[in-house]
């Protein structure tokens, strides 16, 4: 070995190699992946009744459980300080500028008035408080947005609160 | 090409440090080690009120089918981490530095800090439940003491009258009964009577109060069970989210602030004697019924002269009238009326929230000749 070689290993001792891996596991690779295991959000249209014949929606971003995600610091001779912050299983850092923008506040609107209208369609005449509806937001490869979801179910019926004890 | 792998074979050596994370999936039945955490699984828990309204809150149980353990490891060097889990058992914070000269016992430190946060949050919340529930239990005792208290006295006043009037009674026809038996057994007998009524809202004040904190407390009462929140578990695909019922709902018992005793309705007729002396023009020509509430207004439903029902003709009406204070009613007899015991049945209307009450009195009123 010349010293040109010395040098050149030296030069990469010094500086050496440090920071964060991330990757998206399947179910079966989530197995064996050893980094930190955090959900992405995604926004749901949350939609619950006042009693007075009206609806109340609200925009939720939970953890999705079908966005796994994983994070590992790594340092190879070099440093690495890393601080990583989660949130009820979601990964704070870089995610929360990013989710509050994930669905313009105008298709957000649309969406809540084509969600309350099915709901004032298919609601009525019975007893207990309509349980609350959880829609997912979502766009499709065309770019348009979407709402899937539905009210709480007991099989195939609609849940019914009761808000006395008969 | 061997020279590269020689080169970066050499520069590991050189430096001397590999720091690595390591995070496991752990399957139910595995042995945690290191440092565990979940991540959640949503639930939306519905809270139902009296008056229809709902309260919807998302909350993060740990889900069992997502447990991870953590550890570290360095190789020829120092490195920190240190874990911070939120009480649920979830991640807080993640801090990771190779080059300091921390060891691994952070990690060990994380999970005692972590237990004594519990252990002391579930102490102090213990200790604030159970001062709750010493001064509720004080509160009952003392207004049922109170109550005890007030029905006793009241029974020994109405004992006290009763022998007074027994033993005026007694010396009527003897030697020693004195002029004005007459009027001390009349006086005594209003005394008995008011003194009856006393006891009997002190009974009731009684009775309501142990029937106060009986039902509030009763378990198993329907009207004190309430539906209890519903738990709706937040399955979620791609493109979709489904709310499923996690548990039945089912009604617990509750419990309502008792409302405090009011004071009785209360009517006093004054003076306890109403002996009224027309040729003596005196102002014991009047009396008055002082309430302990506002009075709304009063009606004279019959009147009674030695026993007979007098006509309630308007000449012989006496003459009755709500004071300023609206607690005080005057009543007055015509100024020519005739000699004899005489029994005036009132009613007094007064306000028990919005409803109208009313409250019978009777007053009994002797005119001399």
Redesign the interface.
């Known amino acids: 070995?010349s010293f040109k070689?010395?040098a050149?290993?030296?030069t990469?001792?010094?500086s050496?190699c440090?920071g964060l891996t991330t990757d998206s596991p399947s179910v079966a690779a989530?197995?064996t992946?050893?980094?930190?295991?955090?959900?992405d959000t995604?926004p749901?249209l949350?939609i619950?009744?006042?009693?007075k014949g009206g609806l109340v929606s609200k925009i939720?971003y939970?953890?999705?459980?079908?966005k796994?995600r994983?994070i590992?610091?790594?340092?190879?001779?070099?440093?690495?300080?890393?601080?990583?912050?989660?949130d009820?299983?979601t990964l704070v850092q870089a995610k929360s500028v990013v989710d509050e923008t994930i669905v313009p506040t105008a298709i957000v609107s649309a969406l809540e008035k084509v969600a309350t209208a099915r709901i004032k369609a298919a609601n009525g005449g019975q007893d207990g408080?309509p349980?609350?509806?959880?829609?997912?937001i979502?766009g499709d490869d065309a770019g348009n947005w979407?709402l899937?979801?539905?009210?709480?179910?007991?099989g195939t019926t609609p849940?019914r609160?009761?808000?006395?004890?008969n | 090409m061997a020279k590269i792998p020689t080169l970066l074979l050499v520069a590991a050596c050189v430096s001397g440090c590999v720091s690595v994370v390591d995070v496991k999936k752990l399957a139910p039945k595995d042995k945690a080690t290191g440092i565990t955490y979940y991540l959640p699984q949503v639930f939306l828990v519905v809270s139902p009120a009296r008056d229809g309204t709902t309260t919807v809150e998302p909350v993060y149980l740990p889900d069992p089918a997502h447990r991870y353990s953590v550890s570290a490891y360095s190789v020829l060097g120092n490195y920190t981490i240190d874990v911070k889990r939120t009480q649920e058992g979830f991640l807080d914070t993640v801090t990771f530095n190779s080059d300091s000269t921390g060891t691994a016992k952070q990690l060990l430190a994380s999970g005692a800090d972590y237990r004594a946060a519990e252990i002391e949050s579930g102490a102090a919340s213990a200790k604030d439940k159970a001062a709750e529930d010493k001064a509720a239990a004080d509160k009952a005792a003392a207004d049922l003491a109170a109550a005890a208290k007030a029905e006793a006295d009241a029974a020994l006043a109405v004992q006290v009258a009763q022998s007074r009037l027994d033993y005026l009674n007694s010396l009527a026809g003897t030697v020693a009964a004195p002029d004005t038996l007459r009027d001390q057994i009349a006086g005594a007998g209003l005394a008995l009577r008011e003194a009856q009524v006393r006891h009997g809202a002190a009974l009731l004040a009684q009775g309501a109060t142990a029937d106060r904190y009986k039902s509030a407390n009763a378990p198993g009462s329907k009207g004190l069970q309430a539906p209890e929140p519903v738990f709706l578990k937040v399955s979620m695909t791609e493109d979709s989210v489904a709310l499923t019922r996690a548990f039945e709902q089912s009604n617990r018992d509750t419990w309502k602030i008792p409302v405090e005793a009011k004071d009785p309705v209360m009517f006093e007729v004054l003076p306890r004697e109403v002996v009224m002396r027309p040729a003596a023009r005196t102002g014991a020509l009047s009396a008055t019924v002082r309430s302990t509430v506002p009075v709304v207004g009063y009606l004279l439903t019959s009147m009674n002269q030695d026993g007979v029902e007098a006509p309630l003709a308007k000449s012989r009406h006496p003459v009755t009238g709500l004071q300023s204070d609206r607690t005080s009613v005057q009543i007055d007899l015509p100024k020519d009326t005739s000699a004899g015991n005489y029994t005036l049945d009132y009613t007094f209307y007064y306000m028990e929230g919005d409803a109208q009450k009313g409250a019978q009195v009777t007053i009994a009123v002797k005119v001399e000749k």
């Open positions: 070995m070689h010395l050149v290993a030296g990469i001792a010094l050496g440090a989530n197995a992946n050893d980094g930190f295991r955090y959900y995604s749901f949350l619950t009744n006042d009693a939720l939970l953890p999705d459980s079908t796994l994983t590992k610091p790594y340092s190879f001779a070099a440093k690495n300080e890393a601080t990583l912050t989660f009820k299983g408080i349980s609350p509806y959880l829609f997912r979502y979407k899937n979801g539905g009210q709480a179910l007991d849940i609160i009761r808000y006395t004890a």
